[in-house]
Structure formats: C-alpha cells, structure tokens
C-alpha cells in the first residue's frame, strides 16, 4: 500500500490544482453532477488516478467504487465533494485524515443560504484549515486546467484547444460555463477555467497569484460579484502585471458598500461603483461591462501583449464601415489620428484609383481588383509617428472557398502586418462566431483576429491603448490630532494645507457684523455658523448680495430664520465673506469606502453637482495631474474652457487646489467620513474654497 502520507514535493494548492490523483465524492451514475465530472475527465485525457468514493460500493462510472476515503490505499491530491451539506463535515474530517491536499466543494447550503448556512461554512472552513485541506467552494462548479488535461468541473465542458492563453476566473459557475461557451464559439482555447463560489477558503486573489505564476498564461479574464479581500485582490493583481499578465474584470453589483460611505453625502452621489472605477484607474485593472467584452478584451491583451499607449490606424474597403469607426473611436476614446505629411505622401502612391489618404484609410473596393495595395499601404500607415497600432477590417469566413478568395486577402494583410513591430489586428465588420477552420487560417498567417465587430472590437481595444496608471503619490503627513467641524474651522484647516480659501469673519453680534462688513467693503455673504447644520440653505443660513450697511440687519434676519427652522441647533454666530462673482463653482468632495480606502470625487458645484451628478473620482491621494484627467472626464468640462465668452479658468491652480483637498482630508486620518468643498470657486485668477464640511464616524 503505498504511504498516503508521503510528501508531495508541491504545495497544498499545487497538488489540489495539478493533480495527480482525484477522488469523487459522493459518485453516482444517479447524479448529472457526477456523470459530468467523470466524463468531464475522460474527455480531457486526464492520465492520472480517478478513484470513486460511494458508501454503497459498486461498480459506478464502469469502475469499482470505494466505500470511504480511507478505502482508497493511496494518496489522493485532490477531492470533488458532491454530497449534502448535511453530510460535509466529516468527510472534511475524513479527507484531512487521509492527507488529501484539497477539495472542490459542490455542495449548497452555506454562506448564501443565511445566518445558518454561514455558521456552516466557517465551521467547515475551521476543519479544514486545522486538516491543511484547501477548498474550491463551496456552491461552485469546480475547476479546470486545460494545460494539465485536469477538468474537476460539474458540467459537460469541450476539449482543451491548441494555442491556449487565455484563464478565466469567475465567482459565479454558471457564468463560468458561459464565458467557456462563448470562448469556444470564438475558438479561443483557455488554459484555465475555475469558478470559487463562497470563497470559504481559496478566493479570486489566490487562483490570480496561482495563475500569475504559469507560463503559457498571458492574460486573465474575471468575473466578480464581489471582492472579499480588497488588498489581497491588488496585490494578486500586482503581481499578475508584473508577470506581464493583464487582468480583465467584469464586476456586478454595488459593493458591500458600508454605512462609512453611505452617511456622507459625496458618497451618494457618486456611488459604489465609481470606488471601484477608481480603484481600476489605480491599479491598473482593465475593466469590462458585458461577458462578450470581457472575454475579447482578454483574449486581444493576451495576444497582443504590452502596448504603447497612443493612437490606432485602422484601414477597411468601405467608407461607410471607417464611418462607423471613427463614430465608434470617439464615443469609445481610441483616437485615430490625422496622419502626418509624410505618411499622407508615402500612401498616395500605393493606393488604388480614387482611395484618398486618412486615417481610417477607405482603400475602396479597389483594393479587391488590386490587393496587394494591402500590403503596401498598412506599414505605412503603421510608421506614422502617432500611431501605436493597427488594425484591418476583414471577415475570415467559416469555411474557405474553393477559389481561396479570402485566403489571398488574409495573406496581403499578414505580409503588410509583418512589415512593422507595432502590434497588428484584424476586426471584422460585424459580430460573428468563429470556425475552427477560420481560427486555424488566421493562425496559420500569425494574425491576432477579434470577430466581435467594429463596436466590440474597438471596445475590446480601447483599454490596451491607455497609458498605465501612474505610481500614486508619496502620502501626506497627518496633521497630529487636528478634527475641524464646522465651516469656519474647516476652511481654516484648509487654508493651513495650502487650498486657497475666501476671507471670512465670525460675528457674534450686530456691532462684530457692521465691522467686518465695513472691513471688507462691496458685497457680502453671510453664513451661519453652527455644528448642527450641514446645508444652511436648507436652514434659512444664507444671504446673500448683503450690502455693507445693511449688515447688522441682515445679521439679525437670519438668526430669527435659522432659530425658527432649527431651535435645537448650537449657533456659533454668523460667517461674513466677500461675495465672489464669475467663474465657475466645482464641487470636491472626499469619502472613505470600507473595501478600498479614501476618495475624491470632483464635479460641477452649487446646485448641479445634485441635479447632474457629472462627476470623476480617484483614490486618494491624486496628484495634479490626475487632479487634470478628472476635469477632462466631467461631460461639464466646457464650462471650464471659456463657454459662451467667458474666459478659461486657471485649470492648473483648480488641479493643485483639487490635490491639497485630498491631501488635507487623508492628513485628517481613517475616521474622516468626508470631506466637502462646494463650491471651490474657479476663475481665470485662480480658485477660492467658499464653503466646507467635515463628516466624522462618529
């Protein structure tokens, strides 16, 4: 009998997802759970041992079946358990004892089935970390590595294909299935399919750091529903990109939004998933927002590889389809640059008859009479100075015909594509699916091919064009026990950071309000100022166009109308400012997501930040030049650029005081809810801070 004991010489999560072998659980020719696994891993070719474990014994899946664990005799690397919960936890127990490295939980009835379910799952989770057992699940489909002709799946899945580059990871299984459907359909071969489920053990960031390691993956597409572990996520993501594997991710669903973000008013207005576009902006996550996108983005960035960020040169034999393209480019930012003099007269000559240098370039139907104007045309596209890829729209077809009409045109194509080390594509004119023998045709030329369409593919191309995320900066120092409330004090701390702030004055009386009016001169603001109140509008708290000698009056007037609105309320006096005209009101305000940390979120201020809610948002800290990508992003920018004759704002003193902002809130420390500028008034002199808040945890 050989020692069940003995060392593996892989770690426990190596044996688990490299077997050598399995055991089933659970077997039965009763259940399509198990008929799938077992055929499952005889369609794949898996060479090592399958043992069957029934309590009945028997011959099952035409092989006699053990009665336990224990019966096997021999080691086991790894387990499918497909028995119900009820019945789990000792053959946890059982696995542990006979030194089984992992398991596959299938079973339903934990964490997502309530309170009860989740008191399941951790006591599982508690026996089988105490037994060294990694487990897939529970409530998952299992797992699939296509390199080691190793399928743990519970549902029928196809052969492994040649030239696989491709994982998937998926929290849901279901969707697994379907990712692995459509990747098929495109004939793009994966080298990994796993589905984690509940994640009691093993979760997304683990599969990622394993996958990171293994050679033949080149990118890593990901569904997620939620992250569990934010850090270990980046990190795993980390270390995926420093291994030259992009990550894709598909993410549903608000996040497990805590009440942190939900009590601030930033947070409602920009909401959970903005965080986590931040978060992608960050770190560098190429994000994605349908199954289709998910998976021909992964697959172009694992053919593709690295990109220099920069324009794309797209030629096509039809107008109407570059049309199509540039409308697609615009909405999508891929920008298809105006070709320089040099390229527009290198192209001319090579042309055919009546085709007019551009970019995209129409090579007319003439190019069907004369292709290899193909060939000569694409390196010349691709040596202009701003272009940073290429791309050919071309159907490859099912199957060849007999006359290897587009054969001849994938070949013009591929020498053009040759010609230049500037990474090269061919997008068909619409979504279509992909034969093996279309798949083997644009392998045979060394084409990357993407069937999703001019839209998809365009979409698919968009994030690989990107520059990558800018390292973040060096944080700021915390400002020691500092924790202003309240306007005055708020704008006061601010100004200590360097955000430039409007004068202001506290009048407790009418004497203080006629001096300080006298003081400032010209129109006035009057604010009241009390801890209680967050939005003195809303209070009566607010005049404004106040005359200087209509001071004291106007002072008196709005304490009545704030006592009357809000008796409860502590009133400290009343904030006297300089009425500020012109310019353009910016909203900045900062929250603190419970997952992924401090934000700021930047939009148009006053009213519309409420009514429009155009906003961008970063993780903190942004420098000013992400300060500047973030006003780029606000569908409101024109505004900032001089709009109906007004003069552009001082967009590079708006950006540093955007900066300070967020500085000033992470110097404030974990237990700063938000912080809220609105307006940070905006001219073409500069900027001025006119109202703040701070929202503390408590």
Not at 602 to 628: F, H, Q
Request: aromatic content about 4%.
């Amino acid at each position: 009998m050989a020692d069940i004991h003995a060392p593996a010489g892989t770690t426990p999560l190596d044996r688990l997802l490299r077997p050598r072998s399995i055991a089933l659980i659970g077997a039965t020719e009763r259940s399509i759970w198990s008929v799938s696994a077992h055929d499952n891993l005889k369609r794949f070719g898996f060479t090592g041992n399958i043992h069957l474990v029934n309590p009945k014994g028997g011959i099952i899946h035409g092989q006699e079946a053990a009665r336990s664990i224990a019966e096997i005799g021999e080691r086991v690397d790894a387990a499918l358990i497909m028995v119900p919960e009820a019945g789990l936890l000792e053959i946890i127990d059982e696995l542990g004892a006979a030194g089984v490295a992992g398991a596959v939980v299938l079973s339903s009835g934990f964490a997502e089935a309530g309170a009860a379910g989740a008191a399941r799952q951790a006591e599982m989770t508690r026996r089988a970390r105490q037994a060294g057992l990694r487990l897939i699940g529970p409530n998952c489909l299992g797992f699939a590595s296509y390199l080691d002709n190793t399928a743990i799946w519970t549902t029928p899945l196809r052969r492994p294909m040649p030239g696989a580059r491709l994982a998937i990871v998926s929290q849901s299984g279901a969707l697994a299935g379907q990712m692995e459907q459509f990747a098929y359909q495109q004939r793009i071969g994966l080298t990994h399919l796993v589905s984690t489920g509940n994640e009691a053990d093993l979760n997304v960031a683990d599969i990622i750091n394993h996958l990171a390691g293994q050679a033949a993956v080149r990118a890593i597409a990901v569904f997620l529903e939620t992250v569990r572990d934010p850090a270990g996520f980046l990190a795993a993501v980390a270390t995926a990109r420093a291994a030259g594997k992009p990550v894709v991710v598909l993410k549903v669903g608000a996040s497990a939004a805590a009440a942190k973000a939900a009590q601030a008013h930033t947070g409602s207005l920009v909401g959970n998933d903005a965080v986590f576009n931040a978060v992608c902006a960050r770190h560098g996550i190429i994000r994605a927002y349908s199954m289709e996108e998910l998976i021909l983005t992964a697959d172009l960035a694992a053919h593709l590889g690295p990109m220099p960020p920069g324009g794309l040169a797209l030629a096509a034999m039809s107008g109407g389809l570059c049309e199509i393209a540039l409308d697609n480019a615009e909405t999508l930012g891929v920008m298809l640059p105006g070709l320089d003099t040099a390229t527009m007269a290198a192209l001319a000559p090579v042309l055919p008859e009546f085709a007019v240098p551009g970019n995209p370039l129409d090579l007319t139907g003439g190019a069907m009479l004369k292709p290899e104007s193909i060939t000569a045309a694409l390196p010349v596209l691709a040596a202009d100075p701003r272009v940073a890829a290429l791309a050919f729209v071309f159907d490859v077809p099912l199957k060849e015909d007999a006359r290897g009409a587009a054969r001849k045109f994938i070949r013009h194509v591929a020498e053009g594509f040759k010609q230049t080390s500037k990474p090269c594509l061919l997008i068909s004119h619409s979504f279509g699916t992909v034969s093996a023998e279309g798949r083997a045709l644009v392998e045979e030329y060394g084409i990357t091919y993407c069937a999703g369409g001019i839209s998809l593919g365009l979409k698919a191309l968009a994030p690989l064009l990107r520059a990558a995320p800018p390292p973040a900066p060096a944080l700021p120092a915390a400002a020691a026990t500092a924790r202003p409330s309240g306007e005055r004090a708020v704008l006061a701390y601010l100004a200590a950071r360097g955000v430039p702030v409007v004068p202001q004055h506290l009048a407790t009386c009418t004497t203080d309000a006629t001096a300080a009016a006298q003081k400032l001169g010209g129109g006035l603001a009057l604010k009241i100022a009390s801890p209680d109140i967050a939005h003195k509008t809303e209070a009566g708290g607010v005049a404004l166009n106040i005359a200087p000698e209509d001071a004291a009056s106007a002072y008196e007037a709005l304490l009545a109308r704030v006592r009357a609105a809000r008796p409860e309320a502590e009133i400290e006096g009343v904030i006297i400012s300089p009425m500020r005209g012109g310019g353009t009101e910016i909203f900045v305000g900062t929250l603190n997501d419970p997952q992924w940390g401090p934000a700021i979120s930047v939009g148009l201020g006053g009213i519309w930040v409420e009514a429009l809610k155009d906003t961008s948002l970063r993780l903190l800290p942004v420098s000013a030049t992400e300060a500047r990508e973030m006003l780029e992003e606000l569908r409101g920018k024109a505004l900032l650029e001089g709009f109906r004759g007004a003069p552009p704002v001082d967009r590079a003193a708006l950006a540093a005081a955007i900066a300070a902002i967020g500085n000033a809130a992470l110097a404030l420390g974990p237990r700063l809810v938000s912080l809220e500028i609105n307006p940070l008034l905006a001219t073409a002199e500069g900027v001025e801070a006119l109202d703040a808040l701070t929202v503390w945890e408590d």
